[in-house]
């Protein structure tokens, strides 16, 4: 088992930066193909960015890609996402998942475990 817990959100405005925090314990976590989504009122769960486990391979969504970076460090068990300029489109909860196995997915089906999420509101 795989506990996530997940940081930083909040209201901030338009142009504003996040830095969200995923907080792992239970089994190892560099072993983990970690990723975060977000979900907005009346909207699918839909991919934002993952890391390999040696965080060498971050991808993202279009939606996001320039103005975010994934970023992990296993040491402290700890999944981040730094949001800059941010737009109201991005108001949702994020959440943290991580998968077994070496292969990325994008496919929230694909996840073991999630996080309870943190809400993000972004004003204009």
């Known amino acids: 088992q795989v506990q996530l817990v997940e940081s930083g959100g909040g209201l901030v405005q338009a142009g504003d930066s996040l830095r969200l925090s995923c907080a792992a314990s239970g089994r190892t976590f560099s072993n983990y193909y970690m990723s975060w989504f977000r979900q907005a009122p009346g909207k699918e769960r839909e991919f934002v960015a993952t890391?390999?486990?040696?965080?060498?391979?971050?991808y993202y969504a279009d939606s996001v890609k320039g103005r975010s970076t994934i970023s992990r460090d296993n040491a402290k068990n700890t999944l981040y996402l730094q949001m800059n300029s941010l737009k109201p489109e991005d108001t949702a909860v994020y959440y943290c998942?991580?998968?077994?196995?070496?292969?990325?997915?994008?496919?929230?089906?694909?996840?073991?475990?999630w996080g309870q999420g943190t809400q993000v509101t972004v004003t204009s």
């Open positions: 998942a991580a998968k077994s196995g070496p292969i990325r997915s994008y496919d929230s089906r694909s996840y073991n475990y």
């Open positions: 890391i390999s486990w040696s965080g060498s391979t971050p």
